[in-house]
């Protein structure tokens, strides 16, 4: 198994597909969807674009889907929700599909739809990610990092780092062989630096900063958490 972290979507290699894709947008869009298919959702289906997702959610009855939106941060009007996974609770979300667009995660997952396998990845289901990467042992796993609007984020490196380090943690495979690029090494070595300190860590990247500009104390703490969730959502169409 080789490991490849790329920072943004822009990044990716366009020729060729990795055995499985992890997708990776801490604040916020993996950790949303991470926390509502732990609430309960039935699925959830991600859009680029907000007409889309209008469009597509009509197909459902009012009462079994939920629309959540974000756009620089803030919840699109057309939408219930925006883009907080503290929003999904058991009681506004169980037996219902989520239709989620946000500035940066959904096109990111939109960048590597085609691969065999897709998941997503935040700081909250880390261990999930690792389990099943430990388990499947795809032959080429790149970890993609959301960014914020085409530029780097410090808080999806340093959760590739985690998942990578976990992976060191139950395998006997050396860095040096499992690293598939300079980058894989670094965030490994970002994740070691602050893993006591994710919480610090965030509230100090230009997004967190951005996030609580905008009243988003909350969900930046709910981000920093490590392995609180055992959910792992994987692409199925």
């Known amino acids: 198994m080789k490991l490849f972290v790329y920072h943004t979507p822009e990044e990716i290699p366009n020729n060729r597909l990795p055995g499985c894709a992890v997708v990776i947008d801490v604040l916020r869009a993996s950790s949303t969807i991470a926390a509502a298919i732990n609430a309960?959702?039935?699925?959830?289906?991600?859009?680029?674009?907000?007409?889309p997702l209008l469009e597509a959610s009509e197909t459902v009855e009012e009462d079994k889907r939920i629309r959540a939106g974000e756009r620089g941060g803030r919840k699109v009007k057309a939408c219930e929700f925006g883009n907080s996974p503290l929003a999904f609770t058991p009681e506004n979300t169980e037996g219902r599909r989520l239709f989620l667009s946000t500035t940066n995660g959904t096109r990111c997952s939109e960048s590597v739809r085609n691969a065999s396998k897709v998941i997503m990845a935040s700081l909250t289901n880390r261990q999930a990610v690792v389990n099943y990467l430990a388990t499947k042992r795809p032959g080429t796993v790149w970890l993609v990092?959301?960014?914020?609007?085409?530029?780097?984020?410090?808080?999806?490196?340093?959760?590739a780092g985690a998942i990578i380090d976990g992976i060191l943690a139950?395998?006997?495979?050396?860095?040096?062989?499992?690293?598939?690029n300079d980058e894989a090494i670094a965030a490994v070595s970002l994740f070691r630096q602050w893993q006591d300190q994710l919480p610090e860590l965030l509230t100090s990247a230009s997004h967190g900063q951005r996030l609580l500009k905008m009243r988003g104390k909350a969900d930046v703490a709910y981000c920093s958490?490590?392995?609180?969730?055992?959910?792992l959502p994987i692409q199925k169409d």
Request: glycine content about 14%; aromatic content about 6%; proline content about 2%.
């Open 145 to 159: 990092g959301s960014g914020w609007e085409g530029s780097y984020s410090l808080e999806d490196t340093v959760c």
């Open 225 to 231: 958490q490590l392995d609180v969730l055992d959910t």
């Open 170 to 180: 139950v395998g006997k495979t050396p860095l040096s062989k499992l690293a598939g």
């Open 40 to 51: 309960g959702a039935s699925a959830v289906q991600v859009f680029s674009d907000i007409e």
